[in-house]
């Protein structure tokens, strides 16, 4: 298996006016005469800054599925080259942003990628008191999606809530629960429900997972960038940003996308997986969990007591013939429930 890092290129997001290169010469010479800087003189900085990583991000992607010593990846190199003889200026601004004050700046200080210079806590577990929430049929879009489809094999976790903040819950030794597919120990995958369509699974928090030495803290971009001062704008701008994760209350189903994993020691940084031959695997890395997930609700269309049943897939749309295996929603009645089928 491959590990696939979200490499350090400056991915600035665009939220100040234009500045053409006239505008950037006038800001560089302000610099090299130690003049004061002024708001609209960051504005032209991070614009600057922001068409170079646009265009350098989009190359790198290239680069990054691409064996190391192909000829088309050698000619995006040169292509990343001949961009940064375009943005002479990069390293200069760079380094002026990064070590300005937000009171220098006059507007929200910007993240690079993972050249963050802000840390993030993470959740302090001894914090809370927690009590058992509920149970969850959990598809495991972490490590499962290293190897197939999170949603072929899901298995029950345990979830628990922080009695002081009913928003916050956490899976509770995921990777140690039976049917999980992987061997883990102890540990928890935090997550915020505090704003129904963005929810957040805070970094810093171990799973009780190893992955080759290294013991793994699982969390999504919504809930890395967060805990790094940023709010919910800016994160939706970030250019590796898939979708919202989401709970939908109809069918008590969290969906979290965005998917990322580090370890202690790696600073702040995010990672995904790859597959063998260097494409991303990031589509796939989505996890869902279905709450309120009654084991002993494991039935066959054939075997149903309750008479007549209808089933309907997590979309509302009623289904013929559910599929072994699959999650739907059995209404036989008046009743409803979420059922996954023999």
Same mark, same amino acid.
């Given at each position: ?69 192909? +000829?088309?990846?050698?000619? %995006?190199?040169?292509?990343?080259? #001949?961009?940064?003889?375009? /943005? *002479?200026? &990069? ?76 928003s916050l819950l956490r899976i509770v030794s995921p990777y140690k ?8 120990? +102890?540990?928890?995958?935090? %997550?915020?429900?505090?704003?129904? #369509?963005?929810?957040?699974? /805070? *970094?810093? &928090? ?101 008479g007549e049943a209808e089933y309907y897939n997590l979309q509302g ?18 009743e409803a429930v979420k059922v996954r089928v023999n």
């Amino acid at each position: 298996m491959k590990i696939f890092k979200i490499i350090a290129v400056l991915a600035v997001v665009l939220l100040a006016a234009c500045g053409g290169s006239d505008d950037a010469s006038k800001v560089a010479s302000k610099i090299q005469s130690n003049e004061q800087l002024t708001e609209s003189d960051y504005k032209v900085m991070v614009d600057y800054c922001g068409k170079y990583a646009e265009s350098a991000q989009k190359i790198q992607d290239q680069i990054n599925n691409l064996p190391v010593d192909s +000829e088309e990846s050698e000619k %995006l190199n040169e292509d990343m080259s #001949d961009l940064a003889s375009k /943005y *002479p200026l &990069v390293s200069e601004f760079f380094g002026k942003i990064t070590t300005a004050t937000e009171e220098e700046v006059g507007y929200r200080m910007l993240a690079f990628r993972h050249v963050i210079y802000k840390k993030g806590d993470g959740v302090d577990m001894a914090a809370h008191q927690w009590e058992h929430f509920t149970t969850a049929l959990f598809e495991d879009g972490w490590l499962t999606s290293s190897t197939g489809s999170p949603a072929d094999t899901p298995w029950v976790v345990e979830v628990e809530r922080a009695a002081d903040d009913e928003s916050l819950l956490r899976i509770v030794s995921p990777y140690k629960a039976e049917g999980s597919t992987f061997a883990g120990d +102890e540990g928890y995958i935090a %997550l915020s429900m505090a704003d129904h #369509d963005f929810v957040k699974v /805070y *970094p810093n &928090v171990l799973c009780g997972y190893t992955h080759m030495g290294y013991p793994l803290n699982l969390f999504n971009l919504e809930g890395f960038f967060d805990m790094l001062g940023y709010d919910r704008e800016w994160i939706e701008l970030y250019p590796k940003f898939h979708d919202n994760s989401y709970y939908d209350v109809d069918t008590k189903t969290i969906t979290i996308y965005n998917c990322r994993y580090n370890f202690p020691g790696s600073g702040n940084s995010a990672y995904l997986w790859s597959g063998n031959s260097g494409e991303s695997l990031a589509d796939r890395m989505v996890a869902r969990l279905h709450l309120d997930y009654d084991p002993a609700s494991v039935l066959s269309p054939e075997t149903d007591a309750d008479g007549e049943a209808e089933y309907y897939n997590l979309q509302g749309i009623r289904v013929t013939t559910p599929a072994a295996g699959g999650i739907y929603i059995r209404r036989c009645g008046n009743e409803a429930v979420k059922v996954r089928v023999n």
